[in-house]
């Protein structure tokens, strides 16, 4: 078979609408996350929509989903898929054999072009920048579950042509809807024992795929097999030289069983007999994987962070799961995780989980895996907020709502049960 005949073979079979004028509801699946109504909005914009983020959050579901309301508006021949995993073609190539399969004039007709797995094509970033800037009247959108190298590319060449997009695996609100339980949202307090205890099912079931999956053995090999093998062993062995994989194996063990762990590079690098180049190198790889994140030490003097004393928590708080991490450290790290936390405070044996910036407002918070809180465990928190004169702070816990006072009566502390904190999309 000539490479011809094969482009086209793959083309007649990822684009049944051109004959069908519809595409399979087990692509575009009738449930639409927050994101996708953004990515409508965004049609009529010429910039290349690319959507990165981790395996399985739904990346190529939601090209489908814009996929099929397309075609429900425009002329079906008019909207291109192609999946680069099923073959590495070059792009004008594919477009060539469209047009001789359509009879549309790829280079004057207004086209919608998807583009999945598009890193699996070397210098994919600038060839499509040739083909931006050449014809305005081609739509891309394109995603990638090497989002490293997706994000890598696009900053480099793609510059002021491009939104782009970190989808991440469900919220709690849409993790409700896709079980047909949101209903619950609009009486809370009436359903909030029902609640709560969706919130602890969530935990391990925040990605599309297993939201109704009951055995909690298969959804951890789901996660370890589909997400973190797929990722080390594919992923960033195809993106980088010299990899260490092994290497890589060994730092997810430690991170994830220890979530919040202190980054001593010195002292790992000798328990683990590398150089401290390789040990920062493959961290590196980890994090832009979407692996791990690290968090820094706060200053609210300067409003900045020290690079000393880092820590590292899973990306996304189920992979501790698998790893069997103490709840407590979890817990930390999925308060971290939803919020998108970047830095915790740390001096003289005090510290905060974690702070956050809003509009340069300093926020601490405090996680705590307890129902009730005794004076040891906010002491760190009134202490800080006093030190800085800050008005409020708040602590994630499995208790009830309530407000505390500090003694001196200019500050106050917000204690959040975390099934509240979830419904808020860990904003404030």
Known sequence: MTSTQEVREILELLNPWWKESSINQELAKPHKRHIFHKLIELMDYRQIVILSGLRRVGKTTLLYQVIEKLIKEKNPQNVLYFNFDKKSEEIVNILENYQNHTSVNWKKEKIFVFFDEITRLNEWASKLKLLYDAFPNLKFFISSSGSLSLEEEAIKNLGGRYFMFNIKPLSFREYLELRGKDSMLKKINLFEKEIREESQNYLLRSFPEIVNWKDELLIKDYLRSTIIDKIVKLDLSE?????????????????????????????????????????????????????????????????????????????????????????????????????EGKNYWRKGGKEVDLILLNKKEVIPIEVKNKTNL???????????????????????????????????????????????????????
Request: glycine share 6%.
């Open 239 to 339: 993106r980088f030289k010299n990899l260490n994989k092994d290497l890589l194996e060994n730092l997810l063990r430690l991170f994830y069983s220890e979530p919040g762990i202190y980054l001593d590079y010195d002292g790992l690098s000798k328990s683990l007999r590398i150089s401290k180049k390789t040990l920062i190198k493959h961290i590196y790889y980890l994090e832009f994987s979407y692996l791990i994140k690290r968090i820094k030490n706060f200053r609210v003097s300067t409003l900045s962070s020290l690079r000393k004393l880092q820590r590292v928590y899973a990306y996304w708080w189920p992979f501790d799961y698998c790893y069997d991490s103490h709840i407590d450290k979890i817990m930390e790290n999925i308060v971290i995780s939803y919020s």
């Open 374 to 428: 005794d004076k040891e465990d906010i002491k760190n928190l009134i202490y800080f907020l006093k030190k800085n004169k800050l008005k409020l702070g708040y602590i994630v816990y499995n208790g009830e709502e309530k407000e505390m006072k500090i003694d001196n009566g200019s500050g106050m502390i917000k204690m959040i049960p975390l099934y509240k904190w979830l419904l808020l999309g860990g904003e404030l």
